[in-house]
């Protein structure tokens, strides 16, 4: 049975859906317990599925259903909950740590057109191969091997035109006073 006709027919009140490892009782007792845990409402359904899918999972690896079913998923709710709020706390000090660097990095604005404009006229200096590397390197956020594969090269060719290139901006950066 598809999950959309599931979804269909406990919207229609029929709980009873062959093969689903949690009954609505436990459903609503898993709910419960991710909302109590701080689980915002929208993230409610994909906490009942990973709970779900831990069921499926311990049986498809051949490992017995725990003896209380009810109990064994508000515990893994609650596990869920946890590291739901753990994960919003690492992704707000990681928010925090790219805001301080976004601003220790980013000087002025009169600054930033200026230190713009030197690395422009510098990367015109560059022959055609080097700039061609640093621009899908730095500006296109490429990796070294893909760079390779698509202009057909090895990867060292690659990793030496981006050294010299940016060493020859570099140099030209402290000859324009720039930085």
């Known amino acids: 049975m598809s999950v959309l006709r599931r979804a269909a027919r406990r919207a229609q009140g029929d709980t009873a859906v062959p093969g689903d490892p949690l009954d609505a009782a436990q459903e609503g007792r898993v709910r419960a317990v991710l909302a109590l845990g701080g689980v915002p409402q929208a993230d409610l359904p994909d ?9 499926l999972e311990r ?42 660097l976004r601003q220790a990095a980013h000087p002025s604005g009169e600054d930033t057109s200026v230190l713009s ?34 202009l057909g090269v090895p990867e060292g060719t690659v990793k030496s035109r981006l050294h010299t ?10 000859e324009d006073e720039v930085v």
């Open 47 to 55: 906490g009942v599925q990973q709970v779900r899918l831990r069921l």
């Open 59 to 100: 049986a498809a690896n051949g490992q017995e259903a725990p003896r209380d079913v009810s109990a064994w998923a508000a515990v893994v709710a609650s596990n869920l909950a946890m590291d739901w709020h753990r994960a919003k706390r690492r992704q707000e000090r990681l928010g925090e740590r790219l805001a301080s």
């Open 117 to 150: 404009l030197a690395v422009a006229r510098g990367l015109d200096q560059l022959p055609d191969a080097q700039r061609q590397v640093v621009v899908l390197r730095f500006y296109a956020d490429l990796p070294v091997r893909s760079i390779a594969e698509e």
């Open 165 to 174: 290139a940016v060493r020859a901006l570099r140099v030209r950066l402290h």
